[in-house]
């Protein structure tokens, strides 16, 4: 008996299902997002990842803080606004740098603003404060 085109597709998906699912990630993160800030905190070990959130931000700016210790790779903070404008946007290198930067966004649109953070081959632990004011 010969199986069906549909038994055969059902069968790929699944299998591709069993194998997305068995990949681990050494990178462990945590996100905490609340009216006043969103603290963004990343262990990755050697990765390339972007992990993305949206929070609501009742005002026109936010401080910006970036704390990395023995930064090996690249990162990039990025923010846009409630229009999709972008609001701000680093890109860091290290090579076992350790990075401690506070900064302004510029002013955007109250409403739902969206967080990016994107690694290169990072490794370090790294962590992002957004606190609209």
């Avoid at 262990?43 to 910006?64: I, K, L, M, R, Y």
């Amino acid at each position: 008996m010969r199986p069906s085109a549909a038994r055969i597709l059902m069968f790929v998906a699944l299998a591709g299902i069993l194998l997305t699912g068995c990949h681990k990630s050494r990178r462990h993160r945590h996100v905490e997002v609340v009216p006043e800030e969103i603290v963004y905190t990343v262990q990755p070990f050697n990765e390339t990842f972007v992990d993305g959130f949206e929070w609501a931000n009742d005002f026109s700016f936010a401080t910006v803080d970036i704390v990395g210790l023995d930064v090996e790779g690249e990162f990039t903070v990025y923010i846009e606004d409630d229009d999709f404008v972008p609001v701000y946007e680093a890109t860091f290198i290290g090579s076992g740098d350790q990075i401690v930067l506070q900064d302004l966004t510029d002013a955007g649109t109250p409403g739902l603003w969206y967080l990016e953070v994107s690694g290169v081959n990072l490794t370090s632990d790294l962590q992002v404060i957004v606190t609209p004011f």
